[in-house]
């Protein structure tokens, strides 16, 4: 892969937008202004700006410039170890520092630096300071509409899947998420059929239905006796191994999702993420 190279003997040429878009697609080309929310709010506050938004993360407005991101995930972790109502948890407390990449960087180089910090969201700088943001949704986006792929479904997905009973509860469902570093979970009868799908979306809401009062999920017992069947999505968006991989990003945009679930002869075997869309456009040459 092509990274920056300064070569002092020749003149340096500064393009066009227009004319270096012919060239080169950069971060830039896909920044978008972010959603964020102040330090000083309390993760309950965060979770219903995301969950209002439709989201999974939001940047975190702190002092001296400084920013943070705080994700769907980010709270999940929250709800377990901090063992207390959101409402009285500060987001600073949960957020994480904010990865941020040059605005000229190349795409494939911002898929990368997704990867390696393990975040589903990146600051662009400028002169200027931070200029936006780009998403992991952003990026799915860019290769559904920009990249001619003929990679095979079966050399992309990731097989298996992660998954707890139907009996289980929310308590065990996010800690085994969180543990294993998955963004979902397949829920499983004792037939051994998939009978629904959670996500951390399905806690947050969860939690910012339950603690609007001074309940807590997780710091009471409520978040071991409910069941994880409460929250589950019961429709589980499924394609089969056939399928293209520009037309599972486009799935992935029209329904607002993170991943698919795969099947041959109607069994999943594996699910295309997100992020193994990115893996592939991080491998693209510049």
Known sequence: MLHYMILSKF?????????????????????????????????????EKIIDNRISGLVVDAKDDQKGILSARD???????????????PISSAMRELVLVDQYAPIPNCADVMLAKKTNMIGIRGKGGIRGIMTKHDLVRYYHENVKDETKIQNMMTYGSFFVRDDSSLHDGLTKMLTNQVSRLLIKNSQDEPVGIVTFGNFLGKVFRHERDSQSVFSEDYGKA?????????QIITVTAQTSISRIAKILLEYRIHGVAITDRRKIIGFVTEKDIIRELARKEI
């Open 11 to 47: 003149p340096v040429v500064l393009l066009s937008q227009q004319k270096r878009h012919s060239y080169l697609v950069t971060a830039e080309d896909v920044i978008r202004s972010p959603i964020s929310i102040n330090e000083d709010s309390t993760v309950y506050d965060g979770i």
């Open 75 to 89: 709270v999940g972790r929250a709800l377990i170890s901090k063992n207390q109502n959101t409402r009285k948890t």
């Open 226 to 234: 409910c069941k994880i069947t409460d929250v589950m999505t019961k």
